[in-house]
């Protein structure tokens, strides 16, 4: 996986893409936060804890009743 994050004091009306990543399948998060905190671009660490938890599973049913061995 590849990653990058920029921050923005304004953000611009266009948002420059890396060449590497255009035209390939992805994914865009934009945060508005006025209080985001000063990370080094480009760490993978950085994007820990921004996206939501996975959905909760859809119910799998009743156990099946076995017998004790």
Known sequence: MNATKT??????????IPKEFVQKKGEI??????ELP????????DFFG???DFPERAPQ??????ENL
Not at 7 to 15: D, E, H, K, R
Not at 38 to 45: F, I, V
């Open 29 to 34: 998060i934009i945060l508005i936060d006025e």
């Open 50 to 52: 921004i996206l939501p």
């Open 7 to 16: 921050i923005y004091a304004a953000i611009p009306a266009i948002i420059q």
């Open 61 to 66: 049913g009743d156990y099946e009743a076995r």
């Open 38 to 45: 000063r990370l080094k671009p480009g760490l993978l660490k």
